[in-house]
């Protein structure tokens, strides 16, 4: 098993980064939040989980050990294959998933693209037992005035590929309507679906 990868970050897309490691080019599946955090040119590590098919081999990066150990515990509930997970850990960290199935938030988990009503409550009778507590206490934080948390996220994710914080903004701005759309039909902002369509206006821009 492929434990972490570590070295000078390659290349980076939306949903992937690829890492020099040795002179070769791991490419690592990694959601937006873990792009975000990423720079161009700058050693990063990174903890991985190999995922081994008759037809692939695929490798998912994440920040730290935490967020992976919840990666591989959230494939043990029946029908959670590995994209399903990231894509729960691109919504949710892995305390908020951990305070959503303790406290039995069907919202929460149905905020997570590809999962409905059914399968919501399905996932938290599943995986009660086995996502453990909160390392950073149970309670949620209060909402904050400022800026919402998916516009930094999807402004991160822009810097870290490569694009002025100028960019970035009007990008963001141009996607907001898209975002409070998806908010106010009582679901989230899409990250990863709002960093794609913000790639795009700033392609049309270029």
């Keep these: 098993m492929i434990a972490f990868v570590s070295g000078p970050v390659a290349a980076l897309a939306p949903t992937l980064a690829v890492i020099e490691v040795g002179g070769v080019g791991m490419a690592v599946q990694c959601t937006p939040n873990t792009i975000a955090g990423l720079r161009m040119g700058e050693t990063a590590r990174l903890a991985t989980s190999l995922v081994v098919r008759e037809d692939s081999l695929t490798l998912y990066g994440f920040a730290d050990d935490d967020e992976r150990q919840v990666f591989e515990l959230l494939q043990t509930a029946s029908g959670v294959?590995?994209?399903?997970?990231?894509?729960?850990?691109?919504?949710?960290?892995?305390?908020?998933?951990?305070?959503?199935?303790?406290?039995?938030?069907?919202?929460?988990?149905?905020?997570?693209?590809?999962?409905?009503?059914?399968?919501?409550?399905?996932?938290?009778?599943?995986?009660?037992?086995?996502?453990?507590?909160?390392?950073?206490?149970?309670?949620?934080?209060?909402?904050?005035?400022?800026?919402?948390?998916?516009?930094?996220?999807?402004?991160?994710?822009?810097?870290?590929?490569?694009?002025?914080?100028?960019?970035?903004?009007?990008a963001v701005s141009a996607v907001t309507p898209q975002a409070e759309a998806a908010i106010a039909a009582g679901g989230s902002a899409p990250v990863p679906q709002l960093l794609r369509a913000a790639l795009q206006t700033l392609n049309r821009a270029r």
């Design 81 to 170: 294959g590995p994209r399903l997970a990231q894509a729960m850990l691109g919504v949710h960290s892995p305390d908020a998933l951990r305070v959503a199935v303790s406290t039995g938030d069907e919202k929460a988990l149905m905020a997570v693209p590809g999962i409905g009503k059914k399968g919501a409550q399905k996932l938290l009778l599943e995986l009660k037992d086995k996502l453990g507590v909160p390392l950073v206490g149970a309670q949620r934080a209060p909402a904050a005035s400022g800026p919402a948390p998916w516009t930094e996220q999807l402004s991160a994710a822009l810097i870290g590929l490569g694009y002025a914080s100028r960019e970035a903004e009007e």
